[in-house]
């Protein structure tokens, strides 16, 4: 009787260990799978400042000059595909696209001295400033989870875990090749 009562706790405690080793496993993918939600949406919240600071800054050069309505709505599509973009590689398209007419918006306006000096377009640069570090930094940190979380679900134990329970890649936001290339602005 005391053989098979040990023989019982033993395999118990056997269980016990299995049954913490998997909760253990699928409760840290899905703690690295919510980081990589929570720095998503950190990055989608910079984006939608970023966006709601851009109507202001073509308004306030649309101010000085007229004869560049090219420009205003290259810098208003872009803008609207930001703001409809759903995956990260989409938002980073977008993005790219943001960043290189606002950089052709900015280099119209170097070409208006008074509209340089102006107080609201100043401010809004200086916005628009604090709103690209903010994006880089919200960038690196989903980056940084996305990895960290990609690299758990593709070694093992986790590999096992992610796949009996659905765990899937997540997406980096990348620079796109032309990210590196000062934009061509011709006039």
Known sequence: MKKGYIIA????????????????????????????????????????????????????????????????????????????????????????????????????????????SDTVYVDLMDELAGSENRIAYARNEYNAAATEYNKAIRMFPGVIFANMFGFEKAELFEAESSASEVPEVSF
């Not at 720095?39 to 004869?67: E, M």
């Not at 696209?97 to 950089?103: C, D, F, H, I, R």
């Open 9 to 116: 706790i033993i395999v118990a405690a056997v269980v016990l260990l299995i049954v913490a080793i998997f909760a253990g496993g699928y409760n840290s993918l899905v703690s690295k799978e919510a980081s990589v939600q929570e720095k998503s949406a950190n990055i989608d919240s910079q984006l939608q400042r970023r966006a709601d600071l851009i109507p202001n800054l073509v308004n306030t050069v649309k101010g000085y000059t007229d004869h560049e309505s090219e420009v205003f709505a290259e810098v208003t599509a872009a803008r609207e595909k930001l703001m409809s973009s759903q995956s990260m590689a989409e938002k980073s398209e977008a993005n790219e696209e943001v960043t290189s007419s606002l950089n052709k918006l900015i280099a119209i306006a170097e070409s208006y001295p008074e509209l340089k």
